[in-house]
Each structure stands twice: as structure tokens, then as C-alpha cells.
T-cell receptor
Framework: GQNIDQPTEMTATEGAIVQINCTYQ??????LFWYQQHAGEAPTFLSY????GLEEKGRFSSFLSRSKGYSYLLLKELQMKDSASYLC????????????FGAGTRLFVKA | DADVTQTPRNRITKTGKRIMLECSQT?????MYWYRQDPGLGLRLIYY???????NKGEISDGYSVSRQAQAKFSLSLESAIPNQTALYFC?????????????FGDGTRLSIL
């Protein structure tokens, strides 16, 4: 089958670094996306990986290993506003019009 | 103004009622989607559309129908609502060009069926 697994919840301290892991099983590979979703709001696109390695975007970085079916989102210098759910998503086909989403990892940032 | 607008934002209704959720976008995207989100589950695709009059079923289309009468508008209908359709519904769009395209979501409609 095709599925995405990620931890349900994580807690981290303001100013720290946190890594949110995602493992996926899909019949093909068309990239791996990360979205941020604050409670009661729309998911917003954060990053995507197509090739193995680390993609850095300010305080957020995303890593991909296609051979292991594994990705992680790294958040540095955590701020209270980073408290949100982080969704890992994998397009099932080129163009991404069928995408499976993980259930999301709810991150709590404490002072 | 939001690029992807959903109306209503909240709706409470009774079992058996017909409900329509509206979505409009100003992004000029060809592709539009309807998802539902339930606690502990990922976003699940209900229907998607590549263009006006083009309709495709997603993984959970039973009990739902959609209409794409204009490029900017994609509506979702529940013909006879049932309690297990209580969920948060999201409309999304994406550009039809390029290999990898992220999706852009509306703010959601919280639907409760009593």
C-alpha cells in the first residue's frame, strides 16, 4: 500500500532545534513536500525535496533519502509561533494531482 | 484578500439536508481539489478537477458531488448529509504547469452534521 508515517506529537523548547521525521511508502517517487498548519487554519507549503540531501530555507531545512523512504524537517531557533502541525506529503504522480498526506506531527514549543 | 476563499467557514446542519460548500480562487490555477481532514487522519482527497467541466474522483468520493462551472470556482455538495461527514473541509489549487507543484489551500469549512 501507499502510506506516510510521522510522529503524532513532539514538544521542544523555544530557541532549540527540533527534527520531525517522516517515512513514506509509495509506488513511485514524485517529490516529498512539507506543509505547516496552525490550528484551525489552512496548510501552507514549506518545502519540497526531489533529490537526496538537505534543502535549506532560512530556519527550516528538509532532508530526503529516497533509498530509505525517509525525510525529516529541521526547525532551528524555535519560536513560539512555530507551534503548529507539520504535514509530510507525497505526490503519487507527476504534477502532484494525487497527493497523500501524513496525519501530521503536532509540535508544541514551550518557553 | 485570500487567494483561495471558502464559504461558509462554519456550518451546522441536520442529517438528510443538502449542503453546498463553495470555493473560489484568484490564483489563475487550472487544478482544484476538495479534501476533508479528520482528527488523527491525513487530508483525504474527495474530488479534483483539471479544468472547467473536468471532474475526477478521489479516494473518498461516495456521498459527495462537485461542480466546476468556471475556472475560478469549484463547489462541493453533500446531497443528503450524514453525521460521519462531520469534518474540516479544504479546497486547494495548484498550477497545472511544471513537474512538482505545491498545493495552495483555503482556510477551510468546519462542517457539523447533527
Amino acid at each position: 500500500g501507499q502510506n506516510i508515517d510521522q510522529p503524532t506529537e513532539m514538544t521542544a523548547t523555544e530557541g532549540a532545534i527540533v527534527q520531525i521525521n517522516c517515512t513514506y511508502q509509495t509506488s513511485g517517487f514524485n517529490g516529498l513536500f512539507w506543509y505547516q498548519q496552525h490550528a484551525g487554519e489552512a496548510p501552507t507549503f514549506l518545502s519540497y525535496n526531489v533529490l537526496d540531501g538537505l534543502e535549506e530555507k532560512g530556519r527550516f531545512s528538509s532532508f530526503l533519502s529516497r533509498s530509505k523512504g525517509y525525510s525529516y524537517l529541521l526547525l532551528k531557533e524555535l519560536q513560539m509561533k512555530d507551534s503548529a502541525s507539520y504535514l509530510c506529503a507525497a505526490p503519487l504522480n507527476t504534477g502532484g494531482f494525487k497527493t497523500i498526506f501524513g496525519a501530521g506531527t503536532r509540535l508544541f514549543v514551550k518557553a | 484578500d485570500a487567494d483561495v476563499t471558502q464559504t461558509p467557514r462554519n456550518r451546522i446542519t441536520k442529517t438528510g439536508k443538502r449542503i453546498m460548500l463553495e470555493c473560489s480562487q484568484t490564483k489563475g490555477h487550472d487544478r482544484m481539489y476538495w479534501y476533508r481532514q479528520d482528527p488523527g487522519l491525513g487530508l483525504r482527497l474527495i474530488y479534483y478537477s483539471f479544468d472547467v467541466k473536468d471532474i475526477n474522483k478521489g479516494e473518498i468520493s461516495d456521498g459527495y458531488s462537485v461542480s466546476r462551472q468556471a475556472q475560478a470556482k469549484f463547489s462541493l455538495s453533500l446531497e443528503s448529509a450524514i453525521p460521519n461527514q462531520t469534518a474540516l473541509y479544504f479546497c486547494a489549487t495548484s498550477d497545472g504547469t511544471g513537474v512538482i507543484q505545491p498545493q495552495h489551500f483555503g482556510d477551510g469549512t468546519r462542517l457539523s452534521i447533527l
